[in-house]
């Protein structure tokens, strides 16, 4: 058994990445069987995120998710070993995926550089994996039965922000607020556009096809929490 875990979804989110920028080389067998295997695991994590995000634990089946990776029940077994396994991979995996789009953005050169990153992952990410999203919120709302027991290492990744942001304060770099409010405010205000989409594009009138303008949306996200600190 393959063992779809949230270190081989990370993994596998990692070698996508350096597939898409390719360096010409003469691929063996094994650099074949393994780029298979990254395209089933690929394809298996996406049709996971829809299946939970459409219908939840309980709703989903395995069989409606190796249907939706193009795969038989059997092959889907040979990577994971139950539904419920495989739900707590997916939202662990998105946990890792959004700290470390902190990580990366936190490592501008000014407050105002760490702010602007960090909202523009924040928002290309919902604009991108909506369903990954939604997904999480949905666990949230539930009482987060599962990620329950996951809390401490992203616990601890947000410290990490606080202390960040806490010492911009302590050197006059920002005007004073309270960091973990602060922080969890962002969260609500890039999430939405992804958790509530369909309200999003009724209040726009959007219609079929039609996208929101997230480059206005990301300026005025990043300006609401740029003065919020006072630095516009």
């Known amino acids: 058994m393959g063992g779809l875990s ?19 080389q003469v ?12 395209m089933i695991l690929a394809a298996i994590r996406d049709a996971a995120i829809d ?10 089946s395995t069989q409606a998710i190796a ?13 994971i070993s ?27 050169d000014t407050p105002a550089d760490v702010i602007r990153a960090y909202v523009h992952k924040k928002l290309e990410y919902g604009r991108r994996h909506p369903k990954a999203s939604r997904l999480f919120t949905t666990e ?43 922080q969890m405010h962002i969260w609500a205000v890039t999430q939405h556009y992804a958790d509530f ?10 219609g079929d096809g039609e996208e929101p303008d997230y480059e206005q949306i990301e300026k005025e996200v990043a300006s609401l929490f740029l003065r919020a600190l006072g630095l516009e």
Do not use: C
């Open 51 to 60: 299946e939970f995000a459409s219908k939840g634990l309980i709703g989903a």
């Open 140 to 182: 949230i709302a539930n009482g987060a039965p599962v990620l329950g027991r996951h809390w401490a290492p992203y616990q601890a990744s947000t410290k990490e922000a606080v202390k960040l942001i806490q010492s911009w304060v302590d050197q006059g770099l920002v005007r004073a607020v309270d960091p973990l409010l602060f």
């Open 82 to 108: 139950s539904k419920e396994e495989l739900y707590e991979d997916i939202l662990v995996y998105i946990l890792d995926e959004w700290q470390e789009l902190f990580l990366s953005a936190s490592t501008g």
């Open 197 to 206: 989409e369909v309200q999003v594009r009724n209040m726009m009138h959007l």
């Open 6 to 24: 949230a270190h081989h979804l990370r993994a596998q989110a990692m070698t996508q990445q350096k597939a898409e920028n390719p360096e010409p």
């Open 27 to 38: 691929s063996s067998p094994r650099d074949k069987v393994l780029e298979r295997r990254r």
């Open 67 to 79: 249907q939706r990776a193009g795969l038989t029940k059997p092959q889907l077994h040979y990577y």
